[in-house]
């Protein structure tokens, strides 16, 4: 008989509810309305926890706003981060890797004592999970955040838009310097962490933005992104102009190093929900060059492809792996 790995002790976060085909194919206002009834939250609760205004909250339950697509994605977001859906051969856990110790230890750094620390690392260290994990532990806690995910097209005025939305706010209009004071005079008014991923997508502008939000707040501030945005604050500390105020204001920066063989196996045994024999995982292990990410979506092609029988050997992760994109190919 094949030796196999034994299945990990992570478990799914959040309690299972009746929502699975409006977490695939859109909620309607009343599985919303029943999904808030079910645990007490009013408009103001569910305008926090999803990140749009009252009003916006208030004209989605009211039948006005069942098309838009934003208030759909943002409503499956809440959803995943309360329920940890998982699709068959492969659970939601979480797997708490070194890279992802420090990155929890940062975002209670900024959260604990209002300070601007930066989170550093290569794609697939596991940055985002980590974040993501902590977004909801916060929303199950009721712990106040404002999370951000930058996009290469955001814009300075992009940005505090949407942190205006996020913060409560239904405003629109207004110049960009009366958007960014009312996220200040939000932020103030209701204290909490902002939490900024992928900024290297950032302009110095808009993380001159950042850095004028937490003078003025006072509030934790953590920014997370890859070697471009460390290297452009290294440049302010050489005697550059340009963001030396927010380099000056920074706590400490955490660089991330990529996942360690040991994490690397733990992560396999808690994600992937069949058996494997131990050769099998070590070579995933190696061919995802321990990165996460990679070895997240290797995961899922082998749950994809396992038809019930045995255990899944090297030859079968072999076979997967040809779809991967890694380094060395």
């Not at 943002?74 to 699709?87: D, I, S, W």
């Not at 712990?143 to 930058?150: Q, T």
Request: positive net charge; hydrophobic residues 40%; contains cysteine.
């Amino acid at each position: 008989m094949s030796e196999t790995m034994q299945e990990g002790s992570g478990a799914a976060g959040g309690a299972v509810v009746p929502l699975k085909t409006a977490r695939r194919f859109g909620v309607t206002p009343a599985e919303l309305k029943a999904w808030m009834t079910e645990r007490g939250w009013n408009l103001e609760k569910l305008s926090e926890q999803i990140g749009f205004s009252v009003s916006m909250c208030s004209t989605f339950l009211g039948g006005k706003l069942e098309s838009s697509a934003r208030f759909q994605r943002a409503a499956e977001r809440m959803f995943l981060r309360f329920e940890g859906l998982a699709g068959k051969g492969q659970k939601s856990t979480w797997v708490q890797t070194e890279a992802a110790s420090q990155v929890l230890e940062a975002l209670e750094l900024a959260d604990r004592e209002g300070a601007f620390v930066l989170v550093d690392g290569d794609p697939g260290t596991g940055k985002t999970r980590a974040i993501e994990h902590y977004v909801a532990a916060s929303l199950k806690e009721e712990r106040p955040f404002v999370h951000i995910v930058a996009r290469p097209s955001m814009t300075p005025r992009n940005l505090v838009a949407e942190l205006v939305e996020r913060t409560g706010s239904s405003k629109k209009k207004g110049t960009t310097d009366d958007l960014l004071v009312l996220v200040i005079s939000r932020i103030k008014k209701y204290p909490r962490l902002l939490v900024v991923d992928e900024a290297q997508h950032l302009t110095i502008k808009a993380l001159e933005f950042l850095r004028t939000i937490q003078d003025a707040t006072k509030c934790g501030l953590l920014i997370a992104g890859s070697k471009l945005v460390l290297e452009r604050l290294l440049e302010a500390d050489a005697g550059g102009r340009e963001l030396a105020q927010l380099y000056s204001r920074m706590a400490q920066v955490y660089r991330l190093r990529l996942a360690s063989k040991a994490d690397c196996l733990s992560f396999i045994s808690t994600n992937l929900d069949v058996p494997i024999e131990p050769p099998a995982a070590r070579h995933a292990a190696e061919v995802c060059e321990r990165r996460l990410r990679t070895l997240e979506w290797l995961c899922k092609a082998l749950a994809r492809r396992y038809r019930g029988e045995g255990a899944i050997t090297v030859e079968d992760v072999k076979a997967a792996e040809a779809m991967l994109v890694t380094r060395s190919r």
